[in-house]
């Protein structure tokens, strides 16, 4: 059984800075395309990072250069360190994992609070 379990969110002041952390298991790590995806309150949810197997990533264009997402196939954990965070990147954060053909894995989130 595939699960996704993410930590790290809570409270932090503008311009803070917050680790996630996406702990992978019952699946293919090396394989899988991850994904962050937040929820604003109110707000459908969006794509924030993406990291292929191949290493490469995309991120939306409200985040690049102030966050950054990471793999470490030896923990089969996903991370995404935020830094500069804004009260626009309060959320709740969902990790995913996607394969070719369509299989597609969602965490339970975690909630992050940017506010002074």
């Known amino acids: 059984q595939v699960q996704l379990v993410e930590s790290g969110g809570g409270l932090v002041q503008p311009g803070g800075s917050l680790r996630l952390s996406c702990a992978a298991s019952g699946m293919n790590f090396r394989t899988a395309a991850m994904a962050w995806y937040r929820q604003p309150p109110g707000k459908q949810r969006e794509l924030v990072a993406s990291?292929?197997?191949?290493?490469?990533?995309n991120y939306a264009d409200s985040v690049k250069g102030r966050f950054t997402i990471s793999t470490d196939n030896a923990k089969n954990t996903v991370y995404l360190q935020m830094n500069g965070l804004k009260p626009e990147d309060t959320a709740v954060y969902y990790c995913?994992?996607?394969?070719?053909?369509?299989?597609?894995?969602w965490g339970q989130g975690t909630q992050v609070i940017v506010s002074s």
């Open positions: 990291i292929a197997p191949s290493t490469s990533t």
């Open positions: 995913n994992a996607a394969y070719l053909g369509g299989r597609n894995y």
